[in-house]
Every structure is written in structure tokens, then in C-alpha cells.
């Protein structure tokens, strides 16, 4: 194999060793080649200067109390990111059709639930009353408490008997009563929150419940 | 530094045999020869396994193995001996935590010698910041090195780790990892995660950086190597 001075730095990047051998015999006629790889194969021995592998034996016992300590300690929780870590572990062509996947699962369920969403003339997705229906519900909501009003007064006689199951009665409307008066108070302060009109007009149908119960166990 | 460096009238060898067509100059007769990776293939696999197990035994052999290894490695990149420990402490526990990672991809004492290299680059950050000697990039400071032991040629020694100092810090590596440390530049390519030929490259440049700052300008009669 023949060399010249061209292909020195090549050599020293990558050279087999036949073009090494070949760059030596080329370099014992050519003394610009002979200095260079002088200087070359030098640095490379200049690095053994800083080879020290001097035996350190206080060091393991250091190392060997620290470990002994960390196996000792619980485990750190596996943060949100790292349970993730299995992802890096599949390869593109699986990430990339279960990304499809996830995808055309996504756009189904999305058509699935908007042709199934409930539609009222209300729109009971609204949460804010209007001022034209706020008046409307509490017109309503008076003529329901006057209604409850009189069956409670109906109620009444039956409701005084001394028996277990009265005394069950008065006590769930009393707590019925006291929730109603919470939510009043709450309305009171936002009218317009049709959430607690929801949950107060549950109230109403419990307390009437009750009291029809109690009506019917007098018949 | 002048001529301080390659004039001096060392001995060298080359290497009988080179290995996968690597040529690297073997080191003085007497001293400690770098482990040869490739020939050790079934201890590697012997003491990754006995690590994986959480046995500290696998993490002694380790030790004695390459524990020498890393901490001149640690000891050359940190430029103190007390540091380079602490990269070696800091190294073994973060191989304990993440022994569960380790899935074999490269041999075991490649992936020690990443996290060992990362470490002393997080170590020398850290420690830079202490001192607050704030400087945009931090891995571009060379580290400071302290005294240690005379060896065979200490002007030499001192001279080169001035000029190393001088490198850039991937070049520094690469020097460092190949030619004191006797890695192949497949397993520095693993270690630094970069192509096997950019090692080459970084080493080819980080040599011909060395030679022009340790030995005066040369005439036009030495050619085209710088």
C-alpha cells in the first residue's frame, strides 16, 4: 500500500492499520511525515501521565455505607412523567397507530356523545337564570311552598301522635326545614343560580313526600 | 509552554495489535494498562447481573474492577482528588437507583461511565455556582487542578493538563476517555452519546489542538497537519 503526505491526516483520523504501517514506512523518507507522526504517537504516550490508579480503600467504605443506606430507604414515588417512561419503550410505527387509535376513538366518542346530549327548550345547561324566567320560578316556587303550607297543616293532628313513627317523621322535617332555610339563604344572596333552585326545589318535593306519607299511614 | 511538551525524550511503543483498527500508543512499561472492555464481556455481564439483584457484593466488584477507573477519569475531568471521590460516591448511588433502567443496550461499565462523566459535569456545575463564578457556560471552563503525586515526566503531566484545560469540554472528554482511559470510540460513542465517527472527529481535532499548544510553531516543513 503507498501513502503520501495527502493522506497523513486521514490516517491519524481513522486509518487501518495497514495504512499506519504504510504512513511509517512512507515517513522514513519523508521528514515532514516522520515529525508529524513523531508528535502524534507522542501525545498519545504524554496521556499516560495522567493514568494514576492509585488504590483508594477508604473510598469503597464510603461508598458501601452510602449505598447501604439508600437500599435501606422507602423508595421516592414515581412521579406522573416517569409513569410514562414505558412510551420511550415502543417503537415509532406502535406509537404512531395507537396515537391513530387513540385518535379515531377520541372523534367517535365526541360524535357518539353530541348526537345523545340532552336538548330542552330551557336549555338546562344554562346555570344563570334569566330575569324573565327568575320571576317565573319564584312565582312558582311561592304557590309550591303555599301548597306545601297546607299539607303540612293537614298533616299536623297526625303529626302530634306520640308514636315512634311520628317522632321519625317530625324529626326528618325538621332537618328537611332547616335545608330549605340554608338554600333560601343561599338563593337569597344569588338569585339567579339555578343549581341551588334545583336542589331547593328538591327539598320541597321531599318535604312533600313526607308529609303525604304521613297522611296516608293517618288513612 | 512552549517545547515543554513533546521535546522530552520518553519512551513510547505502538501497539503490537491494534484493536479494530484503532491505533493508540500503549502506555509505559510498569504502569497500570487500561481494561480491555471487549476481552471482559462475560465479567461485565456477571457484575451487571449481581447489581441488578441489589446484592452490594455486585456494587464491591464493580469497585474493584473499575473503581481505579473512574476515579482518575473523575480525577482528570474535576481537576481534585476530594471531587473526583464524591463523583465516584454520587456515580455508584445514582447506578443503584436506576440498576432497574439499565436494559443492556450497552455493556455495563459503558453505561457506569456515563452516568460517572455526566455526574462530574453535573458536579463541576454545582460546584462552580458554590463559588459563584457565574459563567454562561459552564462546561467551557477548564477545571482547576490540584497538586498530586509527581510521575515520570511531572512537567509534562502539568503541562498537558494546562493545555486539556484549554480544549473544549466534549474534546477534553473524548481525549481523556480514548486515550488515557483506553476506551474504544464505539463505547465513548455510547458513554457520550454521540455517532462513533464524531468521537473519531473529537479526537482527531482535540490532538491536533494539543499539538499546536504544546509545541512552538513550526516551520512550513512540517506540512499540512495543522
Not at chain 1, 146 to 162: T, V
Not at chain 2, 56 to 78: F, I, S
Not at chain 2, 109 to 119: D, S
Request: aromatic share 6%.
Amino acid at each position: 500500500m503507498n501513502v503520501n503526505c495527502d493522506d497523513r491526516d486521514r490516517i491519524f483520523l481513522d486509518g487501518s492499520p495497514e495504512e499506519w504501517a504504510a504512513l511509517e514506512q512512507h515517513a522514513n523518507t519523508c521528514a515532514a511525515c516522520a515529525e508529524e507522526l513523531r508528535a502524534w504517537k507522542q501525545l498519545s504516550a504524554a496521556a499516560n501521565e495522567l493514568r494514576d490508579y492509585q488504590e483508594s480503600p477508604a473510598l469503597w467504605a464510603l461508598i458501601e455505607t452510602s449505598l447501604r443506606q439508600q437500599q435501606a430507604a422507602p423508595p421516592p414515588r414515581k412521579s406522573f412523567w416517569s409513569s410514562l417512561d414505558f412510551w420511550r419503550h415502543i417503537s415509532p410505527a406502535w406509537q404512531s397507530a395507537m396515537v391513530g387509535a387513540l385518535a379515531v376513538a377520541l372523534a367517535v366518542s365526541s360524535g357518539y356523545l353530541y348526537t345523545r346530549r340532552p336538548v330542552s327548550p330551557g336549555d338546562p345547561g344554562n346555570k344563570l337564570l334569566k330575569t324573565s324566567a327568575l320571576a317565573e320560578v319564584e312565582r312558582t316556587e311561592r304557590d309550591y311552598m303555599s301548597a306545601i303550607d297546607k299539607l303540612a297543616a293537614d298533616a299536623s293532628p297526625q303529626l302530634k301522635a306520640d308514636t315512634p313513627l311520628m317522632a321519625g317523621y317530625r324529626e326528618k322535617l325538621l332537618v328537611l326545614d332547616s335545608a330549605i332555610a340554608d338554600l333560601r339563604a343561599q338563593t337569597g344572596g344569588n338569585p339567579s343560580n339555578a343549581h341551588l333552585r334545583y336542589q331547593l326545589l328538591a327539598m320541597y318535593q321531599e318535604k312533600q313526600q313526607t308529609l303525604q306519607d304521613v297522611l296516608e299511614t293517618k288513612r | 509552554m512552549g517545547s515543554v511538551g513533546l521535546t522530552l525524550p520518553w519512551e513510547h511503543k505502538l501497539s503490537s495489535v491494534a484493536r479494530d483498527g484503532e491505533r493508540r500508543v500503549e502506555p509505559f512499561e510498569g504502569k497500570a494498562e487500561p481494561v480491555r472492555i471487549g476481552e471482559e464481556l462475560p465479567q461485565d455481564a456477571a457484575v451487571a447481573a449481581a447489581c441488578l439483584s441489589g446484592n452490594l457484593q455486585g456494587y464491591e466488584r464493580l469497585y474493584q474492577w473499575q473503581g481505579t477507573r473512574m476515579k482518575n477519569l473523575a480525577r482528570n475531568l474535576l481537576g481534585s482528588q476530594a471531587d473526583a471521590e464524591d463523583a465516584v460516591q454520587e456515580t455508584f448511588l445514582k447506578i443503584q437507583r436506576s440498576i432497574s433502567g439499565f436494559r443492556g443496550q450497552s455493556s455495563f461499565v459503558t453505561w457506569t461511565f456515563r452516568i460517572l462523566v455526566n455526574t462530574c459535569h453535573d458536579l463541576r456545575r454545582s460546584r462552580v455556582r458554590r463559588k459563584d463564578q457565574v459563567n454562561e457556560d459552564v462546561d467551557a471552563l477548564p477545571p482547576r487542578m490540584e497538586l498530586r503525586a509527581p510521575g515520570a515526566h511531572p512537567s509534562l503531566r502539568m503541562a498537558l493538563e494546562r493545555a486539556l484545560g484549554r480544549l473544549t469540554a466534549h474534546q477534553r472528554d473524548v481525549f481523556l476517555l480514548f486515550e488515557v482511559e483506553g476506551f474504544r470510540h464505539a463505547e465513548i460513542a455510547g458513554m457520550l452519546e454521540i455517532s462513533e465517527t464524531a468521537s473519531k472527529n473529537t479526537l482527531f481535532q482535540a490532538k491536533k489542538n494539543l499539538r499546536t499548544m504544546l509545541e512552538p510553531p513550526r516551520s512550513s516543513a512540517t506540512g499540512g497537519a495543522q
